[in-house]
């Protein structure tokens, strides 16, 4: 950025660089190029005084703008010098601002931060936690192996520091240390194991990071901690609850046996999912030796099943590959929910969650089935997301729900979108195939395809034809006569290569058909793509063999230019089949057989899922969803045989509670056996229980209060130290939630109490949405967790806890059994006059103002953009589709229309230099990478116009060129229509009075007022929806602005004779205005 940083990067010498820098910035500075750059030394230099100055408010307001540079991602690397002779200054302020700012650039300027490290040191036993923490983070981002063992020592230091947020950041040092050193590893993993056995939700996440970088073969060092992880699981922080939960499913895989061998019947035969539940149960009881489930895997399965509701989406992602993975099949169905929740999120999270739901739904197809709407596809979706959900729908096809889906196909095959048009055809194949029902009808929907106008279709069908008449060896002559008289007008060498194979191939059924086919073929054989050349070598090749009469002399000729081919491919075969069917001296005993070999009958292709294979990669990993394994990923071992010993998850109680409770807090023991007690209970109880521990895949009713308020308890921890820790644990003891449970779990509930009283933070006040059952069923499962929690020896010294539970109509997440969402929440929490408030609020009730209607069809008007004159041969047009823009929802949809009218073709075109006013945005459609001569193309872009009609301007560029075009929105083009009552129209008109309102008189003929001709007259000027109205003479149109969402009201009101008054009510005058002169003129024409 400037000649200072690269002066220093070159050179050794800090100071000496530094001054050379600038005097080489002075001497440039007066020329004009160099203005802007001059402007930023000065800036810096201004930085640099206030760093030296002797006052701390200087130091500290420069410190503030610095790190505000950072953030805006501007580079203040040359500032280092001045800002690391600051690291000493007794301002915790300015010592914290000045740890940021280092921890950023310490890598960078490595020689500099290593002058200071015996300050870095100092700060590591300081006062204040967050400078040992930063101090600890400035250490370890300094990547020079000679300051190894200061950090391995600080590292030491940290892990035991009181602080569980400098526990953390030594965790997160322990792995930038390895990557520094990989032979520090023994070291490290003594760290990494003093680390597990922390209690604090606050180092959970981080050390199992660690322990995944440097050691994930280590699992002994995980028995230990096994069932402490999974009860603190639900407070940790939310990218440390993925980590950990993906380190818990590998550790599953080794330390289990696998529960799905009860369930393996089930899971074979598809149709078992639609018996039944006497039939089924029937099945069941007539299995022998049932599955008895390990108390430690039960505990694993149900303490994640509350995170299925967290606010995060790698979270649930996490969670639902341990079900798939590791839960038994019967259980599996609850994710299927929460994975059709997440289709809500942004198109990013969309696809990946997408592409998980593609690999299960191959394999169990009834968990999705139910949501089978939710993956139709959408107009707005991205390609991606299309073919994806596409891909999904195909593998849920069954007899029952074809005939939907066929005709759900039958509109995709008729979108815009050309990928997914394609992508569809070869879905109806797929379909074909796979549902031998409607194969017949699918080939028939296929062959009226080839009559489309576009290309691409008929292209695609003429593929996915052959591929079913290949599977069918019945007598298809007609299509294939068909399909023959669509060799002169298709153009794709895909198409025309599978016309021909199939004429090869059936030859002998279209005697005098393919001679005829093989003539015109060889005509154009010269200018033919290489994949038709050979299918046409082929052709020849079995005419000769079968009807040589007529067409030997036609092969020859095809042999002799194929001989010459350029192409090397082209040439060996035309060599291979001279050989093979012309016999000679030369000939080998092959050619006795060249008609069995060109003859023979084909394999049919296996059209198969491209998802079919990943399911050996673990779900939700980067590896699965590019399906090749990448860099660090740990593949799941097979479930063992037989499962090791379950006593190394044992721990000893007594020695845990002496090493964790410090001298004169006695009170800490009781809470500690609680935490470890529950596993005996559990190796006590599961034995008579377990079988019945099935969740039957119904929704979960528990609250997760625990992940959303995961942040803000870190950040208390941190700030009050360990013995706040203690505080927070025995307040949340008093204040623990009550958790109503759907699932038909018996003993594990007592165990259930005890994790969440013992997890819960006193800070969870915050309330997610969740699913739940009904209330009365949430009441009647606490009263029996009540009357069992009198029983445990633990439970009876605690104090009795009262509870208040409240109805709270909230965003319902539930697509297609809306249900009440009964939500438990803490007296303390919320006070009774906010719950109040929160009862009343409800959501479906809100105003349909601003609800976005389907516009008013009106002819397209297309303005130029560029003249082909002035494009060289490129002429482009654009128009305004008026629909919603699906790359922004600020934006106007912008459709440009490419066209060569050239002889040549036209490479590379894209947008280049973009010249926008101040706020203005573009989304840019994708390169073009040539256009063909006389060829178009229709691409979309975005525009931001920001509620103006100011000029987009920009150059359309191609390999050669770049042309200077803008874009000016009629103010029509920058609303969309909205629907909305009378009622509510005269309510907001109501509100947009005095400034807010313009009005004009218009003059005109009668007949220029009627109903039909007021409307078409104003949707052409202007992109309105129609407010129905219950008065004659007064016609309403509503939209809103496209960028600020503001109301646009517009009453064409008819007075008596030939007059009528325009009224327009928005906030948006100026536009209001305009809009008003656009329209008097054309409501006045004749």
């Not at 600080?154 to 400098?166: C, G, N, T």
């Not at 086919?517 to 082929?538: M, P």
């Not at 644990?729 to 109490?753: I, L, T």
């Not at 078409?1016 to 008065?1031: C, I, R, T, W, Y």
Request: charged share 25%; proline share 4%.
């Amino acid at each position: 950025m400037s000649s200072n940083s690269f002066a220093y990067n070159e050179q050794s010498g800090g100071g000496e660089a530094t001054e050379l820098g600038q005097e080489a910035a002075s001497t440039i500075s007066p020329s004009g190029a160099f203005g802007l750059f001059s402007s930023d030394m000065k800036k810096n230099e201004d930085l640099k005084q206030m760093l030296e100055s002797s006052k701390d408010s200087a130091k500290l307001d420069a410190m503030k703008r610095i790190v505000g540079m950072i953030a805006k991602g501007k580079n203040a690397s040359e500032l280092f010098p001045a800002v690391v002779k600051n690291v000493a200054s007794k301002n915790i302020e300015i010592k914290k601002l000045v740890y940021v700012y280092l921890v950023r650039y310490a890598e960078e300027q490595q020689d500099l931060a290593l002058l200071s490290i015996s300050t870095f040191q100092r700060a590591l036993k300081d006062p204040n936690q967050l400078i040992r923490a930063s101090a600890l983070r400035v250490l370890s981002s300094i990547r020079v192996p000679i300051i190894v063992p200061i950090m391995m020592l600080a590292i030491k230091e940290a892990s035991a520091d009181l602080s569980p947020y400098v526990r953390k950041n030594a965790a997160h040092a322990i792995q930038k240390l390895y990557s520094l050193d990989p032979e520090q590893k023994e070291m490290l993993i003594e760290i990494i194991e003093k680390l597990l056995k922390d209690k604090s939700t606050l180092v959970a996440g981080s050390v199992v990071m660690a322990f995944e970088e440097v050691c994930p073969d280590r699992i002994d060092l995980i028995h230990k901690n096994y069932r402490k992880l999974c009860n603190l699981l639900v407070d940790v922080e939310e990218w440390g609850q993925v980590v950990i939960i993906h380190m818990l499913t590998r550790y599953a895989r080794t330390q289990f046996v696998s529960p799905w061998k009860e369930g393996d019947g089930l899971e074979d035969n598809e149709k078992d999912f639609y018996d039944s539940d006497e039939e089924q149960k029937e099945k069941t009881d007539k299995r022998k030796k049932p599955y008895t489930m390990d108390p430690d895997h039960r505990l694993l399965i149900r303490n994640t099943k509350p995170l299925l509701q967290s606010r995060n989406a790698a979270v649930v992602m996490a969670v639902a590959q341990l079900y798939w993975h590791i839960a038994p099949k019967s259980e599996a169905g609850i994710i299927s929910k929460s994975l059709v929740r997440l289709l809500r999120s942004n198109r990013e999270v969309q696809y990946i969650v997408l592409q998980n739901i593609a690999t299960m739904s191959i394999q169990r197809k009834g968990m999705f089935e139910p949501y089978l709407k939710s993956f139709y596809v959408r107009s707005t979706d991205p390609t991606m997301i299309k073919i994806l959900k596409l891909e999904i729908l195909t593998n849920l096809a069954n007899e029952a729900n074809i005939s939907t889906l066929l005709r759900e196909f039958q509109t995709y095959v008729k979108s815009q979108d050309k990928q997914f048009a394609a992508a569809t055809i070869q879905t109806i194949g797929r379909c074909a195939t796979n549902i031998s029902e409607v194969t017949d009808t699918c080939l028939n929907g296929l062959v009226c395809l080839l009559s489309n106008r576009d290309e691409i279709v008929v292209a695609e069908s003429v593929v996915v034809i052959k591929k079913l008449l290949q599977m069918q060896p019945v007598q298809h002559g007609e299509i294939i006569k068909h399909m023959a008289k669509l060799l002169d007008s298709i153009t794709v060498p895909v198409a025309r290569a599978s016309i021909l194979w199939l004429i090869g191939e059936n030859c002998e059924r279209v005697p005098k058909i393919a001679p005829d086919v093989l003539r015109k073929t060889a005509k154009s054989f010269t200018s033919e793509d290489d994949l038709v050349k050979l299918q046409i070598l082929n052709l020849g090749a079995k005419l000769y063999l079968t009807n040589s009469k007529q067409t030997k002399l036609l092969t020859q000729y095809i042999l002799n230019l194929g001989k010459y081919d350029q192409n090397y491919d082209i040439r060996d075969r035309t060599r291979f089949i001279r050989q093979l069917i012309v016999p000679n001296e030369k000939s080998g005993a092959l050619s006795k057989y060249a008609k069995k070999i060109f003859l023979a009958q084909k394999p049919a292709p296996l059209l198969e899922s491209p998802f079919k294979d990943r399911d050996h990669f673990q779900l939700g990993t980067l590896s699965h969803t590019l399906n090749s394994k990448a860099t660090g990923y740990l593949e799941l071992s097979n479930w063992p045989e037989v499962a090791p010993d379950p006593s190394v998850r044992n721990v000893e109680v007594i020695e845990l509670a002496k090493e964790w409770t410090p001298a004169g807090k006695a009170k800490k023991e009781n809470p500690d056996k609680k935490f470890y007690s529950e596993s005996e209970e559990e190796e006590d109880s599961s034995e008579s229980s377990s079988d019945s521990e099935s969740e039957s895949g119904s929704e979960s009713g528990e609250q997760d209060e625990e992940a959303d308020s995961s942040e803000d308890s870190s950040e208390h921890e941190g700030e009050s130290g360990s013995e706040s820790e203690v505080e927070n644990k025995r307040a949340a003891k008093k204040n623990s939630k009550a958790k109503g449970k759907s699932d038909s779990e018996d003993v594990d509930k007592e165990n259930e109490n005890s994790q969440t009283s013992d997890s819960s933070n006193a800070e969870s006040s915050s309330i997610e949405d969740s699913s739940s059952d009904s209330e009365s069923e949430s009441e009647s499962e606490s009263e029996s967790e009540s009357r069992k929690v009198t029983k445990e020896k633990e439970k009876k010294k605690k104090q009795d806890r009262s509870f208040l539970t409240k109805d709270i109509s909230l965003l319902d997440l539930d697509d297609f059994n809306p249900v009440s969402t009964p939500v438990a929440l803490p007296t303390p929490a919320l006070p009774p006059s906010l719950i109040a408030d929160l009862e009343g609020l409800n959501l479906s009730a809100s105003s349909s103002v601003i609800s976005v209607s389907t516009p008013v069809f009106i002819p397209v008007k297309t303005h130029v953009l560029l003249h082909r004159m002035s494009g060289k041969g490129l002429a482009a047009h654009y128009f305004f589709p008026r629909h919603t823009c699906i790359f922004g929802d600020k934006m106007v949809s912008v459709q440009i229309t490419l066209k060569n009218t050239t002889d040549r073709k036209i490479e590379n075109i894209h947008i280049g230099e973009k010249k926008l006013p101040v706020g203005m945005q573009m989304h840019v459609f994708n390169p073009i990478e040539s256009l063909e001569p006389e060829g178009s193309i229709t691409v979309s872009m975005g525009i931001d116009f920001c509620d103006s009609t100011q000029t987009a301007s920009f150059q359309l560029c191609t390999k050669d060129d770049c042309f200077s075009v803008n874009i000016q929105p009629p103010v029509g083009e920058l609303l969309l229509p909205v629907a909305m009552s009378e009622k509510d129209f005269k309510k907001e008109q109501g509100m947009l009075t005095g400034m807010n309102e313009t009005s004009a008189i218009i003059i005109a003929a009668p007949q220029n007022f009627t109903s039909s001709v007021i409307l078409q007259k104003v949707v052409n000027v202007a992109n309105l929806g129609v407010v129905p109205s219950g008065q004659d003479n007064i016609h309403r149109f509503a939209a809103k602005t496209v960028h600020s969402g503001s109301l646009m009201l517009v009453t064409v009101e008819l007075k008596e004779g030939s007059t009528a008054q325009l009224i327009i009510n928005t906030e948006k005058t100026v536009i209001g205005s305009v809009l008003l002169r656009e329209l008097k003129p054309v409501l006045s024409q004749g």
